[in-house]
């Protein structure tokens, strides 16, 4: 059984649409996550769920909008995409509160914009 | 930046030889956390160690913290082709809320 699932794995897509990523984990965790991996595998932090209130929020762009309709489940949805978008996007929980316990990682979303 | 920094960024050995990646830091931490990368797969957690520890083991994995100078060390020992991944060091400072900052992490090549 998959511990952190996001789906879709893989998304292509051209400038300027929106798209969303979704992300389930199972393993019962108050904190769930969203992080950037860039093409030189640089993880940055996004935002940061606690029982679905917002905790951690980066300087991210607006167009990046989180949402957790309850604590086992954390999209992402980015409106007006742009080529920098591209990335992989990870979703991560972890037991406790953020710097308390490890991060279970979904094996990411390849985002491709053309 | 407040980014843990790792060295090397590249290491190829021969399967039966141990592996050994640094990473140091700037700041005051609560605990430092390695985990492993395979390619197209999400970050597995290996060890947490926390800022009063010095040392922890898991199965082949040693790893190391000296606060005094700022750094830790994965060692791998008794290397295995399955061990090639990237591996990434991740801090969580004082003064960041709990949030995980990453490094660049070594990439590891274990030649059969």
Not at chain 1, 57 to 80: G, M, Q, Y
Not at chain 2, 46 to 65: A, Y
Request: aromatic share 8%; hydrophobic share 30%.
């Amino acid at each position: 059984d998959t511990a952190v699932s996001q789906t879709p794995k893989y998304l292509v897509t051209q400038m300027g649409n929106d798209k969303s990523i979704k992300c389930e984990q199972n393993l019962g965790h108050d904190t769930m996550y969203w992080y950037k991996q860039d093409s030189k595998k640089f993880l940055k932090i996004m935002f940061s769920y606690n029982n679905k209130e917002l905790i951690i929020n980066e300087t991210v762009p607006n167009r990046f909008s989180p949402k957790s309709p309850d604590k086992a489940h954390l999209n992402l949805h980015i409106n007006s995409l742009e080529l920098g978008d591209s990335a992989v996007y990870f979703c991560a929980s972890s037991l406790l509160a953020p710097g308390g316990s490890p991060l279970h990682f979904g094996n990411g979303t390849r985002l491709t914009v053309t | 930046s407040q980014q843990g920094e790792e060295d090397p960024q590249a290491l190829s050995i021969q399967e039966g030889e141990n592996a050994t990646m640094n990473c140091s830091y700037k700041t005051s931490i609560n605990n430092l956390q390695w985990y492993r990368q395979n390619s197209g797969r999400g970050l597995v957690h290996l060890i947490l160690i926390r800022s009063n520890e010095r040392e922890k083991h898991s199965g082949r994995l040693r790893v190391t913290l000296d606060t005094s100078k700022k750094s830790s060390s994965l060692l791998i020992t008794a290397s295995r082709a399955a061990d090639t991944a990237s591996y990434f060091c991740a801090t969580d400072f004082n003064n960041q809320g709990g949030k995980l900052i990453f490094g660049q992490g070594t990439e590891l090549s274990v030649k059969p």
